[in-house]
């Protein structure tokens, strides 16, 4: 059974750095033609896609963050991480990582994830 648990800050102030991990048990993030993404849902709002890791290191974002959002991986430990920089208060959102067998480019791809972490709420505030 495949399981993925996201972990981080629950609380990060403005203009700072939110970084999270995925810890991903079951299975393993180099798994060919698995693609390991990160998704947000704002409080009242619908979820967004914010950018995928996939199996052999490559990343890919959306347009809408791709300025501020890395993604990166430790395949020793089977994690990988978000960081998003700059962040605001409109950036206050339930954070989920979750696995797709194939690229996810935006939010249009969602169902194709198959496994999803329980989220984690990250509140940008002073």
């Known amino acids: 059974q495949v399981r993925l648990q996201e972990s981080g800050p629950g609380l990060v102030k403005p203009s700072q750095t939110l970084s999270l991990t995925c810890t991903v048990s079951?299975?393993?993030?180099?798994?060919?033609?698995?693609?390991w993404s990160w998704i947000r849902q704002p409080p009242g709002k619908g979820l967004e896609w914010i950018g995928y890791?996939?199996?052999?290191?490559?990343?890919y974002y959306s347009p809408s963050l791709k300025s501020r959002a890395s993604i990166s991986r430790e395949t020793s430990k089977n994690q990988y991480t978000l960081q998003l920089s700059s962040v605001t208060p409109e950036d206050t959102a339930v954070y989920y990582c979750?696995?797709?067998?194939?690229?996810?480019?935006?939010?249009?791809?969602?169902?194709?994830?198959?496994?999803w972490g329980k989220g984690t709420l990250v509140t940008v505030s002073s």
């Open positions: 079951g299975g393993s993030i180099t798994t060919e033609k698995l693609y």
């Open positions: 979750a696995r797709a067998g194939a690229p996810t480019s935006d939010n249009y791809y969602l169902p194709r994830m198959d496994y």
């Open positions: 890791i996939g199996f052999a290191g490559g990343t």
